[in-house]
């Protein structure tokens, strides 16, 4: 029992906060994020004890298998789903502290783009008055200015005012419509864009070309990104950091870089092999995850990960691991027993 | 040459219209069969439009129209009809002209069946949105009022609001429309879980829209559209609905005309004069079928198009 006793105040398990950096230096800072979920078959804790932060003009990329919570999390940071405990600090106040009204007005400061783009637009409205949605609900300007402001926004990603401005979602096609999606978040001047899976339904040709102009608009209005995915090879294109989700905790978080090249976390390490290589000639590796992913009514105790997980031991069904630095330099990872990290630190304390 | 086409054994006809979705531009350049042709131009849908217009039409100019007042005697009982003015459709057991009692009686069937399914549709679909957007306890204890109404007879509803109301037009378009309320309530609460679902909710959100433009901005046009496909279609029961309430004297009180009471009055005298009955219930029934073929080809276009469709 050392080194890890501090995994446990109270009766709550802590995931760790070792990797958040200075709140002075962050924009986003969400802490001992929780959600739970009360179905007919238990509650479902979808996230667990999530803490991440992302900096000004930063992209933070999410992975995970579907359910592991990544969307889930997303959601409760704009309180769009209530967070069951936890903080947002966003603009020096806690998100979770504000009334419905306050929130409104905070909240536009944080946009969210969804998977399902089509879903995303009401089916009734036309492509100019979606894009300045946000503006007429807030009233910001003269009917003239917001319409200039709708044809700026339009032009930005790529639509003709003209062309489209008159159409409805229907007669778009679904990167049409996830152009309108991103326009109607830039009108808002947000900071951060929460982008929920934005191109996991669409076309593989698609994909890129939204991902590009999601780059170049964070590029252009100086946005954060919060960016979730389950592709792994699109959010190593467009992030600066990856956390890794399983079972609604982060397992491994850090550097992009670091992640990918080196991960210290064995469910990266599967995530990883899972990416299919392009090149025939590499041989298929082999870091087999065992089974499926358990009930999150009945998480596994200790580490969640550890039924499935071919390094598993007696300690992690005892213990849940920390958050803690391994491999290279600004990545963490919740592991007892992470790769290289044997040899890097010489194991666990 | 032309002969020969059109002599084509129609087995093959048919089977090669079935394959070729439009064919009006057959490749092989053959007339598609005249029944094709018919349910292509929609012929049915077409009439059921004009006989509705007509309808509408006399009804609402009912007073302008050289036509005898309908309370008034125009002749011997049970005159015949001799399909020539003045009296076409001849007199009923009282002496009145049929056509005019027809067309007065017209705009009585069309005004209760229409206000009352407006008046439906207000409350039952603020009731469903209601349900259907909030969704816990609101949404179990009006479900719970939406079923107990919907598994009280509808006879027994009518007949029990008919016996404690005074039957004048506007209790009965309230009669009618609470019966017809649960099933928009219904129809609108389904509509409304299934677009709260959708994403673009979340998004309104995340813009800043609070309550109440989610409902009216968001969510109303949306599910109007669902509810007022179904519009036709029950205006025809609640005008079935009307007549079945005249017909047992319980709905528009004489001497007003009104379809149901029209039967209804011809009913004793039917094996001498079955025209008396007949003539009304022609009317009647092709009014109810009208509306329903409207009502159906209304329905198909908005949910083919719809978004509950995707």
Redesign the interface.
């Known amino acids: 029992m050392t080194g890890t006793s501090a995994a446990v105040t109270g009766a709550r398990l802590v995931t760790g906060i070792e990797h958040l950096r200075e709140a002075s230096t962050v924009l986003l800072g969400v802490e001992h994020l929780e959600l739970t979920y009360h179905t007919d078959g238990g509650a479902v804790q979808a996230v667990s004890d999530v803490s991440f932060d992302l900096a000004p003009g930063e992209t933070l990329g999410i992975v995970g298998e579907s359910g592991c919570g990544k969307s889930s999390a997303a959601?409760a940071v704009?309180r769009?789903v209530e967070p069951t405990a936890g903080t947002i600090r966003y603009g020096g106040q806690d998100l979770r502290a504000l009334s419905v009204a306050e929130l409104?007005?905070a909240?536009?400061d944080?946009?969210?783009i969804?998977?399902?783009p089509?879903?995303?637009?009401?089916?009734?409205?036309k492509v100019k008055h979606l894009v300045g949605?946000?503006l007429s609900?807030?009233r910001s300007g003269t009917r003239a200015q917001r319409l200039e402001r709708v044809r700026e926004a339009m032009e930005a990603v790529g639509l003709d005012p003209d062309t489209f401005g008159d159409r409805r979602p229907?007669e778009l096609s679904g990167g049409q419509c996830q152009r309108v999606?991103i326009a109607?978040a830039l009108v808002?001047n947000p900071r951060i864009i929460v982008c929920d899976e934005p191109v996991a339904a669409l076309d593989v040709s698609i994909q890129a070309q939204i991902t590009n102009l999601l780059e170049d608009m964070k590029e252009k209005f100086g946005l954060s990104l919060l960016f979730i995915a389950h592709d792994l090879a699109v959010v190593r294109s467009i992030s600066d950091r990856v956390a890794v989700m399983y079972l609604g905790k982060i397992v491994e978080i850090g550097p992009a870089s670091a992640v990918y090249s080196s991960p210290a976390h064995p469910y990266t390490s599967v995530l990883l092999a899972a990416v299919p290589e392009p090149d025939p000639g590499v041989p298929i590796p082999h870091t087999p995850a065992i089974g499926d992913v358990p009930s999150p009514i009945d998480p596994p105790s200790g580490c969640r990960f550890r039924t499935r997980c071919p390094r598993a031991e007696q300690l992690c069904a005892d213990e849940e691991p920390v958050l803690r630095p391994y491999g290279q330099k600004g990545n963490f990872a919740a592991c007892h027993f992470p790769s290289e990290a044997v040899a890097a630190i010489g194991g666990r304390a | 040459m032309t002969g020969n086409q059109l002599q084509d054994p129609p087995l093959a006809a048919g089977i090669e219209a079935a394959a070729v979705p439009d064919p009006v531009a057959r490749a092989d350049g053959r007339r598609p069969s005249l029944w094709r042709r018919l349910r292509r131009a929609r012929v049915l849908y077409w009439a059921a439009v004009a006989w509705l217009s007509v309808l509408a039409a006399v009804a609402l100019f009912a007073n302008l129209l050289p036509i005898a007042d309908p309370a008034e005697f125009v002749g011997r009982p049970f005159t015949p009809p001799d399909w020539s003015f003045p009296e076409p459709l001849g007199t009923d057991n009282s002496g009145r002209s049929q056509l005019s009692r027809l067309i007065f009686g017209a705009r009585q069937s069309l005004a209760v069946g229409l206000l009352s399914v407006l008046l439906a549709m207000a409350v039952g679909t603020a009731i469903g949105m209601a349900a259907g957007f909030w969704r816990g306890k609101v949404d179990r204890v009006l479900s719970l009022l939406i079923d107990s109404m919907l598994a009280f007879p509808p006879l027994v509803l009518l007949l029990a609001l008919a016996a404690a109301l005074q039957p004048t037009i506007s209790t009965i378009v309230v009669a009618l429309a609470v019966l017809l309320t649960p099933t928009f309530a219904r129809l609108t609460r389904g509509s409304t879980l299934a677009y709260r679902s959708r994403e673009f909710i979340l998004a309104a959100r995340a813009l800043g829209a609070g309550t109440p433009r989610l409902l009216g901005r968001e969510l109303l046009p949306n599910v109007l559209l669902t509810v007022s496909s179904y519009f036709f279609v029950v205006v025809a029961t609640a005008i079935v609905a009307e007549g079945s309430l005249s017909f047992l004297g319980l709905g528009i009180p004489p001497p007003a005309p009104s379809w149901g009471g029209m039967i209804s009055d011809a009913r004793s005298s039917l094996s001498l004069h079955p025209e008396q009955v007949a003539i009304p219930a022609t009317v009647f029934v092709l009014t109810v079928m009208a509306l329903n073929v409207v009502g159906e080809h209304v329905r198909r276009r908005i949910e083919g198009s719809g978004p509950a469709a995707g």
């Open positions: 959601r704009l769009l409104r007005r909240r536009t944080i946009q969210i969804f998977q399902d089509v879903s995303a637009l009401n089916p009734r409205r949605e946000g609900i807030w229907r999606c109607r808002m």
